[in-house]
T-cell receptor
């Protein structure tokens, strides 16, 4: 079983739609969680951290369910510029190992 | 501010040739350092990580090795490249505490021919 699993997509949605991505992780001792965004042929960049109580940054909302070992990302009012691959990331309990999911491709159409 | 440098940006190497990719970090001390590989259309595979000088953890047994000769220098090497070593190699650093993210270099696109 992979340590971090994501639906690879692609998700193809119209501009203005709401889209949600899910991610599951296998190690219950994992402590830190993030969502990254990766544009084509570029390095990944942090989109947002995921906190236990859930957190919001503009149109983006991240949630963590420790009991189910599940992380989600919600994008509201999607823009063309949101087209990218979204990577779920888990940092180990020792704060040393950082594991990336395989990513979910999102394509926003006009 | 912290910066991470990774070079070269692109590399074309013949099968059987050696490889050395270097990554350096500035503006921080004792960072955790990481090497990832991304095959075309795939996710990031963690290859090696290091929490200190000379300390290397290998995640995937393969044709590659890593070294950390200095606090802020991380080197990825191979003695003989295989076709399957082609990919996008990314170096990253992070602080060794929770809730701190990883920061990436711009990556090296390696093509083995």
């Amino acid at each position: 079983r992979k340590e971090v699993e994501q639906d690879p997509g692609p998700f193809n949605v119209p501009e203005g739609a709401t889209v949600a991505f899910n991610c599951t992780y296998s190690n219950s001792a994992s402590q830190s969680f993030f969502w990254y965004r990766q544009d084509c042929r570029k390095e990944p960049k942090l989109l947002m951290s995921v906190y236990s109580s859930g957190n919001e940054d503009g149109r983006f909302t991240a949630q963590l369910n420790r009991a189910s070992q599940y992380i989600s990302l919600l994008i509201r009012d999607s823009k063309l510029s949101d087209s990218a691959t979204y990577l779920c990331v888990v940092k180990s309990s020792s704060a040393s190992k950082i594991i990336f999911g395989s990513g979910t491709r999102l394509s926003i159409r006009p | 501010s912290q910066t991470i440098h990774q070079w070269p940006a692109t590399l074309v190497q013949p099968v059987g040739s050696p490889l050395s990719l270097e990554c350096t970090v500035e503006g921080t001390s004792n960072p955790n350092l990481y090497w990832y590989r991304q095959a075309a259309g795939r996710g990031l595979q963690l290859l090696f990580y290091s929490v200190g000088i000379g300390q290397i953890s290998s995640e995937v047994p393969q044709n590659l090795s890593a070294s950390r000769p200095q606090d802020r220098q991380f080197i990825l090497s191979s003695k003989k490249l295989l076709l399957s070593d082609s990919g996008f190699y990314l170096c990253a650093w992070s602080v060794g505490t929770h809730n701190t993210e990883a920061f990436f270099g711009q990556g090296t696109r390696l093509t083995v021919v």
